[in-house]
């Protein structure tokens, strides 16, 4: 399984970014799809998860700021970031728990990371 991220850059704070990630290889189903970020020196950090049906959590300083979606294309996960701010600036990752197994079964679930997508948030 592959998840393939897209959408950084840089910004001024107050602006907008829209990341996305799009998964592929051997999936049979997917579970919840997140976004984490880790900026210099820092630890990487939850931001925001979806779940298959459609249930979202964000991370305290983003929420109302971003938006995590899962558009109608399959296996695909956005995050719509606004009112950026200089702490916003990340290295941000999309991982997925896909439940994935030979053609038949059995299946099991497992973590997959996308490769990370630069965001830079000036003052």
């Known amino acids: 399984v592959q998840l393939q991220a897209s959408g950084g850059g840089s910004v001024q704070a107050g602006g907008s970014l829209r990341l996305s990630c799009a998964a592929s290889?051997?999936?049979?189903?997917?579970?919840?799809m997140s976004w984490y970020r880790q900026a210099p020196g820092k630890q990487r950090e939850f931001v925001a998860l979806i779940s298959p049906s459609g249930t979202t959590q964000y991370e305290n300083s983003v929420r109302g700021r971003f938006i995590i979606d899962r558009p109608n294309y399959e296996n695909t996960v956005t995050l719509q970031m606004r009112y950026l701010k200089p702490d916003d600036t990340a290295v941000y990752y999309c991982?997925?728990?896909?439940?994935?197994?030979?053609?038949?079964?059995?299946?099991?679930?497992?973590?997959?990371w996308g490769q990370g997508t630069l965001v830079t948030v000036s003052s």
């Open positions: 290889g051997n999936i049979f189903s997917m579970n919840d």
């Open positions: 991982s997925a728990n896909v439940l994935t197994g030979p053609p038949g079964g059995p299946y099991s679930p497992s973590n997959y």
